[in-house]
């Protein structure tokens, strides 16, 4: 069994890890590592593990991630993270992977891997792979790498780091580069996909509109606003609506008041949707840059705006 251990660096108050547009780097971590957990899982006979906060809302402390690597008896480390050069608007550019210092051959045969698949996905600049005295190299007892994707602050790289979909696509790269270099394979049967189902009720309206099953379609009616929202399955979801975030709701069930989120009659304004990839539109507008996972602070990490009712909603 192969133990990866994953690290989104920082959380997401941590002081000084944002960009000009006060984007947190930690937001840009975690959407590399959830896409890197969920193309792992393709793979057999792996486990893996987050050592930072999966909401973000705590910037776990270095040693408590180093101890609970070592103390799992990792395979790998991957520290992930996103650059800055000074927190000003810059042409400075690329994505470079450290090993620590000194002859490693495992952790330097991961980092030539890992490198070089993420390289071709963010398509910036190659700053190469280098030698760094971070702690989570220097006193982790597996191959450990960490990685900076690009810079913040960099108005060439922060066109990738907010392209979601791309950055998706950069965490199975790296997914791919940790199974090159640990031997894994994939299922021999891929899984069926995981189908969606969803509805909403638009403000004003008695009935719920038809369920939405395809990932092509979306629930809503352009104009209208939305107060309540049901999801088929083991799926946990929660809105904002009337100045709050509700609580969470798993599933549904049209009995029951907990059995939906929303407040009938109060339209809803955003959406956190576990383990999902999904956006909103605001009413009358273009879609919002989709959202994959959720947390509980930046505003990356829901679809939709604070006071701004949203008209549609699509899931994948």
């Known amino acids: ?28 971590n975690d959407r590399v590592a959830v896409a890197c957990e969920n193309k792992l899982n393709t793979y057999t006979n792996v486990e893996v ?3 930072d906060d999966r909401t973000g809302a705590t910037d776990v402390s270095l040693d408590n991630r180093v101890e609970s690597a070592n103390n799992w008896n990792a395979d790998c480390y991957i520290s992930i993270h996103h650059n800055a050069l000074n927190g000003v608007w810059g042409n400075h550019s690329g994505t470079e992977t450290y090993t620590y210092n000194g002859s490693l051959p495992g952790s330097e045969a991961l980092a030539s891997e890992v490198h070089s698949h993420i390289l071709s996905t963010y398509g910036l600049t190659d700053r190469g792979i280098k030698k760094g005295d971070f702690q989570v190299l220097r006193e982790t007892s597996m191959d450990a790498i960490l990685i900076e994707g690009g810079f913040m ?17 950069v965490g199975e790269s790296l997914a791919m580069g940790i199974a090159a270099h640990l031997g894994l394979s994939e299922n021999a049967v891929e899984p069926e996909p995981t189908t969606i189902k969803y509805r909403v009720k638009a403000l004003g309206d008695n009935d719920y509109l038809p369920w939405v099953i395809s990932t092509n379609d979306y629930a809503g009616i352009i104009g209208k606003k939305i107060d309540a929202i049901q999801i088929e399955g083991d799926i946990t979801y929660q809105v904002y609506t009337a ?5 969470w709701v798993t599933g549904y069930n049209t009995s029951d008041s907990n059995g939906y989120a929303g407040i009938h009659g109060k339209s809803i304004d955003c959406i956190r949707i576990k383990n999902r990839t999904y956006r909103v539109s605001p009413v009358n507008d273009d879609y919002l840059p989709w959202v994959t996972h959720y947390n509980t602070i930046d505003s990356n990490g829901y679809a939709g705006i604070k006071g701004d009712p949203f008209d549609r909603l699509q899931i994948q």
């Open 153 to 169: 602050d960099s108005t060439i790289d922060i066109e990738v780091l907010r392209n979601i979909e791309q950055m998706i696509k």
């Open 1 to 28: 069994m192969a133990k990866i251990v994953l690290d989104a660096g920082h959380g997401i108050s941590t002081p000084g890890k944002r960009s000009p547009a006060d984007e947190r780097e930690w937001t840009f």
């Open 49 to 51: 593990m987050r050592v």
């Open 243 to 247: 100045g709050k975030w509700l609580s």
